[in-house]
């Protein structure tokens, strides 16, 4: 065999990445960037609009005003949209001096001015994520009235809110959550913004799920269709007509047709090239709150 076939590739299944897993988040959120997830929704699922964004600034629109300018960058964004909720990028050189000295000091004001119109959020973009959106919290109630909800703990005023977009993953969002309660932070002070981890470290392994044949039908007959690999018995696959059941209250998938066809929760959405049941995204919506 000659070297030049030594790689194969089959990764172009993955290329719908961007549009099936924004779909897959738009099920039980609606911020999103991506207009490929949206798209995907309005031609599938009957979703005229799926998700939606607001207003942020990126790097380059505020380090283009250069650095003794940096609050005039700041302050040109509040201007150019002085309704609504408006996300700034703050840390293109000091973070938390732009925190302390323009959010808590040069811009107090603007932000006060904003308060029945909109939400101005501040996003951090680098350093530990655990440690850098604690502390960002804690600058800001320096210079701003918080107030403690009913379970005790510290909410900054809702004209003011924090996005933590930086090497944010499943982990590193229960890491952060847990740092905040542990200083007395409550959840709602920060919205979390995610990129290729939210896709590219999330796959079909993450929670063992796979599609795989389980039986065929051959001259009338029903035959089970199973792997059993003796290298990785964790790849054993399901055999037989499949049914899914509640049993004392647990999800239970009843193999080799043993589960009552009554009880079934499996709808049957496509067979022999037929589509049988159509889903709109709000009925997945619906699903997904039970």
């Not at 302050?75 to 700034?88: A, D, F, K, M």
């Not at 530990?128 to 210079?143: A, M, R, W």
């Amino acid at each position: 065999m000659m070297l030049s076939s030594f790689l194969h590739v089959r990764h172009f299944r993955f290329l719908q990445s961007a549009a099936i897993g924004d779909a897959a988040h738009l099920v039980n959120f609606r911020g999103t960037d991506t207009v490929a997830g949206i798209r995907l929704c309005q031609k599938y699922y009957s979703c005229p609009m799926a998700g939606y964004s607001v207003p942020a600034a990126e790097h380059s629109t505020i380090t283009s005003w250069d650095k003794d300018h940096e609050a005039d960058a700041y302050r040109n964004i509040l201007e150019q949209y002085p309704v609504g909720t408006v996300s700034v990028v703050s840390d293109s050189y000091d973070l938390y001096d732009s925190v302390e000295r323009i959010w808590g000091g040069e811009l107090k004001q603007l932000v006060h001015k904003r308060a029945d119109h909109g939400c101005v959020v501040i996003r951090p973009d680098s350093g530990d994520p655990i440690e850098v959106t604690v502390k960002v919290l804690e600058l800001l109630s320096k210079h701003y009235p918080c107030l403690v909800n009913s379970k005790g703990y510290k909410v900054l005023p809702s004209y003011l809110r924090v996005i933590q977009g930086d090497g944010v993953s499943y982990d590193t969002m229960r890491e952060i959550l847990k740092a905040m309660k542990d200083r007395g932070w409550s959840a709602e002070n920060v919205s979390f913004g995610a990129g290729g981890a939210l896709l590219q470290r999330v796959h079909r392994d993450t929670l063992k799920c796979a599609f795989k044949c389980s039986a065929v039908i051959v001259d009338g007959k029903m035959r089970s269709v199973y792997k059993e690999p003796v290298t990785d018995k964790e790849k054993t696959s399901k055999k037989g007509k499949l049914s899914l059941h509640v049993v004392n209250g647990l999800y239970k998938t009843m193999q080799g047709g043993l589960g009552d066809p009554k009880s079934d929760l499996l709808v049957t959405v496509f067979e022999n090239g037929h589509l049988l049941k159509e889903y709109s995204l709000d009925d997945i919506r619906m699903n997904a709150t039970v």
